[in-house]
């Protein structure tokens, strides 16, 4: 914010004039208050979320399973050769990507692509 008027401490230092202030107010800037977690959080904080997100995803007619990292990509394709699905589009997820989960699905002979590989046509 210079330019004919000097530089940014000499402009503040006009306007602190020109207010009767010498100095800058505050030197420091003083730790934020604590946030309750009442207030904060949406759920307890020893709150169990996998349980707490099954609950909800079925309360929204989704269906959820529990898996290990092991087994999610076996378990992703079992999935799908129970649907007539032939075409899937997998998010551009790094989850995703250390399931190894488009590979599954594409040796399993699904014809897998990231979002970021598609047209929206193909989408």
């Known amino acids: ?9 000499e402009v503040m230092d006009r306007v602190r004039a020109a207010l009767g202030r010498r100095g800058t107010l505050v030197t420091t800037v003083p730790p934020p208050p604590p946030l309750p977690d009442e207030i904060v959080r949406l ?10 997100f099954a609950r909800r995803a079925g309360e929204l007619k989704m269906k959820v399973k ?10 992703i394709v079992a999935f799908f050769r129970q649907t007539p699905a032939k075409r899937i589009a997998l ?5 995703l ?7 599954a699905l594409s040796e399993s002979g699904f014809e897998t692509k990231r979002w970021d590989q598609l047209t929206l046509d193909e989408l």
């Open 1 to 9: 914010m210079t330019g004919s008027g000097g530089s940014d401490d």
């Open 91 to 95: 998010s551009n997820s790094p989850v």
């Open 97 to 103: 990507e250390q399931l190894k989960v488009l590979d």
């Open 43 to 52: 759920v307890r904080a020893d709150a169990n979320l996998p349980e707490l």
């Open 66 to 75: 529990s898996s290990s990292r092991d087994a999610a990509a076996g378990e």
